[in-house]
Antibody, heavy 121, light 107 residues
Framework: EVQLVESGGGLVQPDRSLRLSCVAS????????MHWVRQAPGKGLEWVSG????????GYADSLKGRFTISRDNAKNTLYLQMDSLRAEDTAFYYC??????????????WGQGTLVTVSS | DIQMTQSPSSLSASVRDRVTITCRAS??????LNWYQQRPGKAPKLLIY???SLQSGVPSRFSGSRSGTEFTLTITSLQPEDFATYYC?????????FGQGTKVEIK
């Protein structure tokens, strides 16, 4: 059974940093691209970032303006999201998600439970 | 960025109704279109990928289709557990983008 467990969320002041982690199990982590998706309370889904199996291809939402960095450690089956210069509008649940197939971009078939990041003074 | 426009934003329907949700892309995305269901307090669930392929384990009352840059999710015979919010998402190019969601409520 695929499991994705996020951690690292919490209350943080504006302009501070936070690092989210997502530990994966139940599948061959290094075979799959991984993504972060966020959802502000009561709002819709927003894709944040994605990383290929070997970290060779990385993408970000334009709205992040270079403040976030995605990475992965295949030896530890772990996905990361480094979030710098946090703003109130970054307040959201952050989900880690796995791509459906090893090849091609066919959606996200497994999701974590989400970790809440609240940016407030 | 590619804009995904869903309609309607909400709808009311009864059990056993047929429901159709539309998603239009602002430019070509081939068939790189996925549909998700999200129940309150839960993570999204992948229903349809590549416009019309049913994800494993998803009931066959869910189906997807494509006509150019317009995509449709159809639920035949709506069931009580189908009352949720549905999102389309393009995976043609980064940044991936989602539609704004369609909330399906009980009439």
């Amino acid at each position: 059974e695929v499991q994705l467990v996020e951690s690292g969320g919490g209350l943080v002041q504006p302009d501070r940093s936070l690092r989210l982690s997502c530990v994966a199990s139940g599948f061959t982590f290094h075979d799959y691209a991984m993504h972060w998706v966020r959802q502000a309370p009561g709002k819709g889904l927003e894709w944040v970032s994605g990383i290929s199996w070997n970290s060779g291809n990385i993408g970000y939402a334009d709205s992040l303006k270079g403040r976030f960095t995605i990475s992965r450690d295949n030896a530890k089956n772990t996905l990361y999201l480094q979030m710098d210069s946090l703003r109130a509008e970054d307040t959201a649940f952050y989900y880690c998600a796995k791509e459906n197939f090893k090849s091609g971009t066919t959606g996200l078939d497994s999701w974590g439970q989400g970790t809440l990041v609240t940016v407030s003074s | 960025d590619i804009q995904m426009t869903q309609s309607p934003s909400s709808l009311s329907a009864s059990v056993r109704d047929r429901v159709t949700i539309t998603c239009r892309a602002s430019q070509t995305i081939s068939s790189y279109l996925n549909w998700y269901q999200q129940r309150p307090g839960k993570a999204p669930k992948l229903l349809i990928y590549a416009a019309s392929s049913l994800q494993s384990g998803v009931p066959s009352r869910f189906s997807g289709s494509r006509s150019g840059t317009e995509f449709t999710l159809t639920i035949t015979s709506l069931q009580p557990e189908d009352f949720a919010t549905y999102y389309c998402q393009q995976s043609y190019t980064t940044p991936w983008t989602f539609g704004q969601g369609t909330k399906v409520e009980i009439k």
